[in-house]
């Protein structure tokens, strides 16, 4: 084990000793161990190293290629667990791995409808073992064009995190995130917010009487992202945790 520390802790890794602990729970033996720690070294992130994330107390399955939950977006969890009811219908769109989804409906005990939404084909195979036990059913498409058209206009809870770092700031991302991750996952095109007008503009069709889109954003871009929700016809408002530096701007049909 100290080897492997020190190992982890000469590439940078803050937190050696718990990546350690977390790599020889994932190896099967010890060539396998050596091989998890080469790629960690390497500059994988430790999420696609050991095939999971932690997110709202739960285990994300996740691996290569795919956006890994960050934790300042469980407070947009805690947000639309705050507004949902039991048996709400909830619609993960932008899904990835479908983190947001099946946190909201782990935070139900009543249970939900849940349905979660992404364009990119290898986030939703991880998607779809990670919705399951809330019986989530996954759509892949472009927006609300991946939708059943059973769903218009029942929506109660739509969950939101979609892109939105400005294309120039890509490079300035940690390589964790900018080498390993989908760009489709972090690119919110010139300033930031070009799904976000998107999911804002195409909203209130699918939202229930009363319905509320949810969506995270930063604080500098949050008057932006209201504005495309006002636009939309939908009442506004922004809410911050201090704790997560999470922003997250709630509009309701």
Not at 94 to 116: K, M
Not at 179 to 195: K, Q
Not at 211 to 234: C, F, K, V
């Amino acid at each position: 084990m100290t080897s492997l520390v020190e190992s982890l802790r000469a590439a940078g890794c803050v937190f050696a000793e718990e990546e350690a602990e977390l790599l020889t729970g994932a190896a099967a033996d010890a060539d396998h161990l050596a091989e998890l720690l080469a790629r960690r070294v390497g500059g994988e992130p430790l999420e696609h190293v050991v095939g999971w994330a932690e997110f709202c107390g739960l285990r994300m399955e996740v691996g290569a290629g795919a956006f890994v939950p960050r934790r300042r977006t469980e407070f947009l969890v805690q947000e639309a667990v705050a507004l949902a009811r039991p048996g709400a219908v909830v619609l993960d769109l932008c899904c990835g791995v479908g983190a947001l989804g099946a946190a909201v409906a782990a935070g139900l005990p009543g249970g939900v409808e849940l349905h979660a939404a992404d364009i990119d084909p290898a986030a939703l195979a991880y998607a779809r073992r990670n919705v399951a036990p809330y019986g989530g059913r996954v759509w892949e498409g472009d927006l609300y064009a991946a939708l059943p058209s059973a769903l218009r206009g029942r929506v109660d809870v739509l969950v939101v995190n979609a892109p939105y770092v400005p294309t120039e700031e890509i490079a300035l991302m940690p390589s964790e995130a900018r080498d390993h991750e989908p760009l489709v996952s972090l690119d919110g095109g010139a300033d930031g917010l070009d799904i976000h007008r998107r999911v804002a503009a195409g909203a209130l069709p699918w939202l229930a009487p009363g319905g509320h889109l949810l969506i995270e954003t930063s604080a500098r871009q949050s008057p932006s992202t209201a504005s495309a929700l006002t636009s939309a016809g939908l009442a506004v408002r922004a809410v911050t945790s201090e704790e997560l530096y999470a922003t997250v701007v709630i509009g309701t049909a």
